[in-house]
């Protein structure tokens, strides 16, 4: 039911795609998901801006995906916001927050509570934070 209405919703989710019930999403309509992508327990998408996860990424429990911040140079701090993305089979580990703007490689893998405020290059490990790089990620 969930795939459902969130498809009620403008979503632009497949079928396969995998949310569960806990995961909170802010404006649906803004949310990507391709096939086998899985949004998982706790995840936060404050989707002020888009949000796509593809195929066969997944979010882990407790990770916030946050689009928006505001302009802290402002005597009103505007709110801003930029879109995210984690590419195909790419990894969030739980607990880590992804900020305005961000883009995550394809295959990359962000490390259980990293803060990522840049760019992840595809088949990189990134942690802490601000979340660098590790090591490249090699399949066997």
Avoid at 72 to 87: D, F
Wanted: proline share 4%.
């Amino acid at each position: 039911w969930r795939i459902f209405l969130l498809k009620l919703f403008g979503a632009k989710v497949q079928w396969s795609s995998n949310v569960l019930p806990s995961c909170r999403i802010w404006q649906p309509w803004k949310l990507t998901m391709g096939a086998y992508a899985c949004l998982s327990a706790d995840v936060d998408c404050y989707t002020v801006d888009a949000i796509t996860i593809g195929e066969n990424a997944t979010v882990s429990q407790g990770v916030k995906l946050c689009t928006a911040s505001h302009d802290i140079t402002s005597k009103t701090m505007e709110l801003t916001y930029r879109p995210i993305t984690v590419g195909a089979n790419a990894w969030v580990a739980g607990w880590a927050i992804v900020l305005p703007g961000v883009t995550i490689g394809e295959g990359a893998v962000v490390a259980a509570g990293s803060v990522v405020t840049k760019d992840v290059e595809p088949w990189t490990v990134v942690g802490g934070n601000p979340a660098k790089a590790v090591k490249k990620r090699e399949l066997v």
